[in-house]
Nanobody
Framework: QVQLVESGGGLVQTGGSLRLSCAAS????????MGWFRQAPGKEREFVAV????????YYADSVKGRFAISRDNAKNMVWLQMNSLQPEDTAVYYC????????????????WGQGTQVTISS
């Protein structure tokens, strides 16, 4: 299992940008697909983005496609989520997730996830 720590959340205005970071511990980071999901107050958890262990493929929720970009650096055990054109509906706690398969991240049953970082978009 990997340990995950997110950072980079904050308060920004509509249309602004944020870059979330996720630091992972463990020697097998490059074996894991990595992703992000979010949860807004009173709402269900929502898949956001996932990236293959090699970084060769990425997938996004329709709600963020074209605005968010996920990337990783296996040498640094890091994953990032670049978020642009932020909207009030993007307000949520964002969680970094890790699993051996893309599928488990997409369906929100990852092996590991972090403590979350708050993202708030003001209108």
């Amino acid at each position: 299992q990997v340990q995950l720590v997110e950072s980079g959340g904050g308060l920004v205005q509509t249309g602004g940008s944020l870059r979330l970071s996720c630091a992972a511990s463990g020697r097998t980071f490059s074996s894991y697909a990595m992703g992000w999901f979010r949860q807004a107050p009173g709402k269900e958890r929502e898949f956001v983005a996932v990236i293959k262990n090699s970084g060769s493929s990425t997938y996004y929720a329709d709600s963020v496609k074209g605005r968010f970009a996920i990337s990783r650096d296996n040498a640094k055990n890091m994953v990032w989520l670049q978020m642009n054109s932020l909207q009030p509906e993007d307000t949520a706690v964002y969680y970094c997730a890790a699993d051996r398969t893309l599928h488990n991240i997409v369906v929100l049953t990852p092996e590991s996830w972090g403590q979350g970082t708050q993202v708030t978009i003001s209108s």
